[in-house]
């Protein structure tokens, strides 16, 4: 065994050890309200040391996933993965920045109107950081927590807490060639791999997740939190940006050990694929968070009649009520759901819902329907009939996942797809986040299909829209503020659905 081999397998068991020793579990109650670091569980809450698997931190991970050593090289693990990770992600990708942000004069300006401390708010640091919702952290003073904390969307974040599989994960013997993905995921490591998973993962953030504590409400917003864009998963996925090889360039008898067992989608048009099912994974996530508050509200009044829980405005439609009052107006042109002054739901994920529905076939007729009846019960009184909206969302998350599931076995139809694209851009005047959404996920087509890549035509109405609705999101590491979200205020200001109907038509006209 080559001495940086020997290095590398000796000394994990140390690093663990000393975690372990100097691991008190903390718990931080799960589904309460997001309370702030320093409200320790008492000990009788804390939970049994195995149950779970806990953080270690991403500092353990660069010993081994900055430089492929010569090992790696003759075992062909460098066929599928580049042990470069860790690098990637400290300079190129964002999500080493999130907590950083925190301590910025933007979140300075949101503490102070919120009245509380950013870098140490499980309010901010449930998407900023690795999440403590449930029994991961293992940190046991509260300066061992801060570090882990002080890493931003850290590997585990997303790879899941670390301590059970850090050991015996780098051996194909032990793990990758021998446990299923179930196997690896009671061990705590997420399933990424699997289409569902990680969209359900990044979405978590990027859309919220109210029972993990990770929402951006309207109180945050109003204090000054960035907008947050809108969000395919598989655009994002490259504007991380990637730190894995695409699973179509692993060699074959890789793909079998390693991505068979998780998913089955091995013909083309992969990526199209993973678009429709993260359509649809959005659409059941927004239905959750929609649904957990009318929940909230329906049982107030069910125990105080008349006097409601206070509604959260950011899972409404933010134009309904953030609009210019001009004329004309491409709001009444496009026209209402149901009445006029009455906040319906959020459009973007619900556009995206429309395209995983135009790709699954047969669940077509219940999901359209699960989700009329959602647009129903927000139309029934101002903010929604809680105990009918709580209703409508949990119908449309069973039916979601019987889409998700047909999906991930069926053919997908990717003219289908493009047509159900055009037509929502060219006929129904989407909204700003909308149509970006349209806009990705007809890159991700067209990336897939060359007939449509190879189309000088169709790469002509491609950049109006791309230019029009700022659809590149910037690669480099620079600060979401500096860079994406001006683009994307400035486009949001301008847009006029009316004006990309042309290129949307023309789009269309051109699918062979
Ligand atoms: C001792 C070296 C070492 C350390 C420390 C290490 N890794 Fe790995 N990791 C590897 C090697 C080698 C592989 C490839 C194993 C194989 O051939 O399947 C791997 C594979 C992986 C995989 C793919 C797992 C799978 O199921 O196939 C993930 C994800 C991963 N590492 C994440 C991490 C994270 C996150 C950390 C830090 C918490 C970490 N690793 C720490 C060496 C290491
Ligand atoms: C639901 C998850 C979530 C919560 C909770 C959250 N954020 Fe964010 N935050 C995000 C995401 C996602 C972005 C990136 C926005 C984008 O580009 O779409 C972001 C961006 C930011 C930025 C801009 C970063 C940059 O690169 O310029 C700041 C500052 C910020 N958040 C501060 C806060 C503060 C302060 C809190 C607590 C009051 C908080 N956030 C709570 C998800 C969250
Ligand atoms: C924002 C979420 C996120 C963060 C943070 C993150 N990863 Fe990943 N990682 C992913 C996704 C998604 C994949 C791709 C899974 C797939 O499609 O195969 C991946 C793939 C990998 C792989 C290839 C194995 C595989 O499952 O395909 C390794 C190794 C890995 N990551 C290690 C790391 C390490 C080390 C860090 C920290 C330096 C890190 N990751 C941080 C999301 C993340
Ligand atoms: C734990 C919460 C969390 C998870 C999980 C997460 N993100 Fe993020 N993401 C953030 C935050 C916070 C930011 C803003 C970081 C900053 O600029 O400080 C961000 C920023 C980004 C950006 C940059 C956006 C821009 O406008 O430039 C991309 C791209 C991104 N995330 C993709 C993903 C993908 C893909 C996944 C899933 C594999 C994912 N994220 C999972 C919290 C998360
Ligand atoms: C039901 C109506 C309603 C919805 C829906 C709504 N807001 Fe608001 N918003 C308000 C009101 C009322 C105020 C307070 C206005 C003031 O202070 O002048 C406000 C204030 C704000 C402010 C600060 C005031 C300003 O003009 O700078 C921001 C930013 C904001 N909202 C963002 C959003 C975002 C983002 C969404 C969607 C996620 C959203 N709002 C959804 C009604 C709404």
Redesign the pocket.
Known sequence: MPTQTLF??L??PL?LTAVLLAGKLVSIGMGEPPADLGNRASAATVPQRDAASLY???N??????THPIDD?KR???TT??T?T?YPKWLHEDKHSLAYDVLGGTNSLQIGRLMGIAPQTDRKCLSCHSVDCSSTQCSEASDAALAALRSLGVS??AC??P?SK???V????KA???V?P?QA?TAQG?VD??DPVVRAEKCLSCHLGNAPEGKVVTHEMYAAGHPPVSGFEVETFLDAMPTHWMPADVQPGEIQKH?LDRAYPAKEKMRKTRFMAIGGLVAVREYARLIGYYAKTRATAQAVVAGAGASTELAVYDCQACHHELTLPSWRQVRGYHGHPGRPPARAWPLVLGNLGLAASGEHQASLRKALQSLNDALDRQPFGDPAQVAAAAARIEEECQKAIDSLRLTDINATDLVRAICRIGAQELPDYESARQLGWAFDVIRREAPALAADAEIAKSWAVLRDGLALQLPKEKELVVNKSVPQTLTAAAAYRPETFSEAWRKLESKIP
């Open positions: 590398r397998y000394s994990v690093l270690v931190g991403s353990k991970c660069e010993r081994c996933h790696d075992s062909g693990r599928f993965m042990l990770e590997c585990e790879h899941g670390a599989w850090l050991r994960h780098d051996d194909e793990w990758r060639n446990l993905p690896k490591l990424l791999r390693y």
